[in-house]
């Protein structure tokens, strides 16, 4: 593959110039054509320009997979305006700290996530009056609505942008408290999306149901750019439940579905999947977090004959890295992550003196080139530590690379739980916990989940004069008003003392395994311990 120098927008006028009339977008039940979509976001972004909008300013977006949020992030890169994305988990804490560390200039939000009111998020927003943000606006509208603005007349007032310019800023979280913005290019994520879309051998004549949250770079690379690469259509799903998927998937006869393991997991372990046709499916990328072996070879027989791909990535770069060669074996899917994607440079350090590892040698990943994220928004001193003067990125996990070029992902070296294919940082969790418990020890860290991969356990070491249930309740409701649902630990326990080494730092490794060990005895007798 070549490397080409576009901006997203160039890429979706020329999909909308060489197949106006084949279907893009399929949302709720109305069909949009590339023309269509080109078209309502080349109105939308006059609408933006007129509100005063302009290029370099920063959009916050904040709301569910819907057309609208689509046809606004278009409207942005026309306008050269920066997309800040905010994922649908965040809460006003969440979405505060955003906006002032990405200095939004206008922020536009719709539906709420599993029923959170964001009208009500907004409106306390807007009284703490943020120096940066000029407005914050409603971006929900009806397809009567959207239909309508193809009749209006054609305005245009498209930018010169440069493919090196930031397209968008996506919020991860690592080993630090709070989540930082990646900025990525137009250079970036179009060149890694038509990676993809050659490396899975997509086309005009596929259709993909996408479940996965469009403020991901999963969602944004691998499906909605992938899209206008390929040409093909998809159906956008507002979020992912089973049972919908299936529907979705038998009704449309979708042939690509990409996903987080804990998503592909769901759908394994519910047996209503049996009740739909789920045969048309044929490929898809499967990412986010690591997959045991077993499970994976278990959720490609869900599929008949399914080019289920695992690829290795993150937010910092794109976020392909590398992916299954297309023709890989299933067991061999099953224990590796696949090769370096081109144009792209891949070595492994050790971590204890930096040298350069052997292949079968374990290190931390570092990566080179085009896809490697410009930096982290309002904050350079993070950006210093992630990326070398010579331009490494230095990925925070472990690996091994065998002779044949096969990459495994084997550990973090980053404190980092992963739950659901997202990011928790216990830092963050245990510092939201130590706000009710103040001077008490807190330890928060992941233990293995059949389906999410990872739950949130806390441990928090008490005093004799406290009392226990007091202080849960407590907890519960401070977690639930600061932290997204996806942060909030699962199980709480709480001990009198903590192991220790003998410098008197917690023993972690034996904390962890004998709270392990409660949790199995709570999922025997079905306790949750959720808050």
Sequence with gaps: MELIRKTIN????????????????????????????????EKLSYDLRKLGIKKGDKMGLYGM???????????????????????????????????????????????????????????????????????????????????EKIHDEVLTCEENIDPDDVALVIFTSGTTSYAKGVMLTHYNVVNNARQMTESMRWNSDDRMVVTVPLFHSFGITSCILAS???????????????????????????????????MFLAMLRNDKRLEYD??????????????????YIEICKIFDDIKLQPSYGQSESSPCISIADYDDTIEKKSVTDGKVIEHVELRIRKLKDGSICKPGEEGEIEVR??????GYIGSG??????????????????????????????????????????N???????????????????????????????????AIETEGDKTVEGMKKDIQNHLKSTLCGYKIPRYIYFVDNMPRLGSGKIDEKNLKLSISQMVEGDRKFKISHRI
């Excluded at 206008?228 to 579905?257: D, N, P, S």
């Excluded at 789920?278 to 499970?295: M, Q, R, Y």
């Excluded at 230095?394 to 294919?421: A, F, H, P, Q, W």
């Design 278 to 295: 789920l045969s048309s499916v044929k490929s898809g990328i499967i990412a986010g977090s690591p997959i045991n072996p077993g499970e």
């Design 65 to 147: 997979n819907s057309a609208s949020w689509l046809f606004h992030f278009y409207a942005a890169q026309k306008l050269g305006a920066i997309a800040v994305l905010f994922s649908t988990c965040f809460r006003e804490t969440d979405v505060e700290r955003g906006i002032r560390l990405a200095g939004v200039d206008y922020f536009f939000y719709s539906e709420g996530y599993k029923g959170e009111n964001y009208n009500e998020t907004i409106a306390r927003l807007n009284d703490k009056h943020i120096e940066s943000v000029k407005m914050y606006l409603y971006m929900e509208k009806t397809e009567k609505t959207w239909k």
């Design 369 to 374: 080139g085009y896809n490697v994220m410009k």
């Design 424 to 458: 928790v940082s216990p830092v963050e969790v245990e510092n939201a916990i130590k706000d009710i418990v103040k001077n008490s020890e807190v330890k928060v860290f992941g233990v293995k989940s059949d389906v999410v991969q990872e739950e949130i356990v806390a």
């Design 10 to 41: 160039d890429t979706l006028k020329d999909r909308a110039k060489k197949t106006p009339e084949s279907i893009g977008l399929i949302y709720e039940g109305a069909s949009y054509t590339w023309k269509e979509i080109d078209l309502i976001s």
């Design 228 to 262: 206008i690469a390929a040409g093909f259509e998809i159906v956008l799903m507002g979020h992912y439940r089973t049972v919908e998927v299936c529907q979705t998937i038998e009704k449309y006869k979708g042939t690509i579905l990409n996903g987080v393991p804990s």
């Design 381 to 422: 001193c993070e950006t210093d530590k992630a990326i070398t003067l010579d331009g490494w990125l230095k990925t925070g996990d472990l690996g091994v690379m065998s002779e044949d070029g096969y990459l495994s992902i084997t550990g973090r070296c980053k404190n980092v739980i992963i739950r659901g294919g997202e």
